[in-house]
């Protein structure tokens, strides 16, 4: 279990459930506690974790500061919540992308760009996510090492796929390495919500180019 070691904006606050009017409760008890980490996502993606605060997040929710303690014991407790859903998502996905998509080796990995670039399209939330996490993770050791499991979880997986391409394992280990920064360099340039699709297919046609097609030739 992750623990934070930085509690950002965790200034002791009582529950005051108990003392809200029934209408409060009742509001408060149809809210599920996906409904806060989904409001506290959003907000990481838009303010960066300095901005996930109980008292936004209610006011998001539509509900009394108060009702936020039906789900969590307080906000420390809401942000390690919601980095453990982000962490367990990330290593299921990737236990997933470990069964091969194609026959095809190149076609593997060209599949496998695709959808981490995806990021900047529709799933444009996750990639800002993970950059204002990674920035926690400057100062937060706790976070710093979740990344790092994570981010080794990337490499093995993709030094798998070039391990189809080529049979020397520090060639396979160099070019996933290659291929994960070109693609954290990717969400950089693709953060922006401005950012135009045809960069997006810029990125990945030199991606799949230099680093992909070139090693089955």
């Known amino acids: 279990m992750v623990r934070l070691e930085t509690r950002i904006n965790t200034t002791p606050m009582a529950p005051n459930a108990p003392n809200e009017p029934q209408a409060a409760r009742s509001a408060a008890a149809r809210l599920k506690r996906e409904d806060w980490l989904d409001a506290a996502f959003d907000a990481a993606v838009e303010h960066g974790f300095d901005g996930v605060r109980v008292l936004v997040l209610a006011d998001t929710l539509g509900v009394t500061r108060g009702s936020f303690y039906w789900h969590f014991k307080d906000h420390a407790d809401l942000l390690v919540a919601l980095l453990e859903r982000w962490h367990c998502a990330e290593l299921a996905g990737n236990q997933r992308l470990q069964q091969p998509a194609s026959a095809d080796p190149v076609q593997d990995l060209e599949i496998l760009l695709d959808a981490a670039l995806a990021h900047g399209g529709a ?95």
């Open 123 to 217: 799933d444009l939330g996750n990639m800002r996510f993970e950059l204002a996490l990674r920035a926690l993770g400057q100062r937060d050791a706790a976070v710093a090492t979740m990344l790092l499991e994570v981010d080794q979880a990337r490499m093995a997986l993709f030094a798998g796929k070039f391990a189809r391409i080529t049979p020397d394992t520090k060639t396979a280990t160099d070019l996933a390495a290659l291929f994960y920064l070109a693609i954290v360099g990717s969400f950089q340039a693709l953060s922006r919500a401005q950012a135009a699709h045809p960069t997006k297919q810029y990125l990945q046609d030199i991606i799949s180019r230099f680093l992909v097609k070139q090693q089955a030739q």
